[in-house]
């Protein structure tokens, strides 16, 4: 629960880049803080009445989402290459290291700044308002990070390789790997699966744009 509670705060409220030092008994009390927003944040996010407001002009939409996390800048506690980042998830998930996975996946703060604007969300047939968007790729990367560590954290995945489509999308200065697959096992008993969702390199930093996967 508690992992779960972090990787919502990341996902919901935004993880901030980076944090001066501070001790045990301070971080202890923040990091539990905001576990208890988070909680709070999904019953009220469960209430029947809940509604994401689709109707603003998108301008606004933008602006109002952008001013409600601090612009990080640039993607933070990525990997500088996308074998890196893969592998770097691979051993996450082999320590049963939430707090690496976590971080590797992108946050609201860098979702709203650097990506969505640049993203075919953004306008034309495909527009979906920030707010919307978000909360689908939000809700994707719990439900993967929980179904993950559930199936396999703390135990070898066996990762054999992985593969991503030859011919990324391009947007701006983002580029995006959609339908990665990893190979797992050896021999007869290797297998083919979506580990995790589309990979974002930006500024020759790259992150998981989600962790929504098949398992």
């Known amino acids: 629960m508690m992992a779960w509670g972090a990787l919502a705060l990341c996902a919901i409220v935004g993880c901030s880049p980076s944090r001066e030092p ?3 008994a301070q971080a202890a009390t923040v990091d539990g803080d905001s576990v208890a927003r988070v909680r709070q944040d999904s019953i009220n996010r469960a209430q029947p009445g809940y ?9 606004e939409a933008l602006r109002r989402f952008q001013e409600s996390v601090v612009n990080p800048g640039a993607l933070a506690h990525g990997a500088a290459s996308r074998d890196a980042l893969v592998h770097q998830f691979v051993r996450a998930v082999e320590a049963n290291d939430s707090l690496t996975l976590i971080r590797s996946a992108v946050h ?4 709203a700044h650097l990506i969505y604007s640049q993203s075919p969300l953004a306008e034309g047939a495909t527009y979906q308002p920030p707010e919307v968007a978000w909360v689908q790729l939000s809700n994707g990367s719990v439900q993967g990070f929980r179904r993950t560590l559930a199936r396999h954290g703390g135990h070898s995945l066996n990762f054999a390789s992985y593969r991503c489509p030859e011919a990324p999308e391009r947007h701006g200065d983002l580029t ?4 990665c697959l990893v190979e797992l096992g050896t021999g007869e008993g290797r297998s083919t699966t979506r580990l995790f969702g589309p990979i974002v390199s930006r500024n020759g930093q790259f992150k998981f744009l989600s962790l929504a996967n098949d398992l």
């Not at 995006?176 to 339908?179: A, E, L, S, V």
């Open 51 to 59: 509604v994401v407001d689709s109707i603003l002009p998108p301008d």
């Open 108 to 111: 609201r703060g860098e979702y």
């Open 22 to 24: 501070r001790g045990e």
């Open 176 to 179: 995006i790997w959609r339908g």
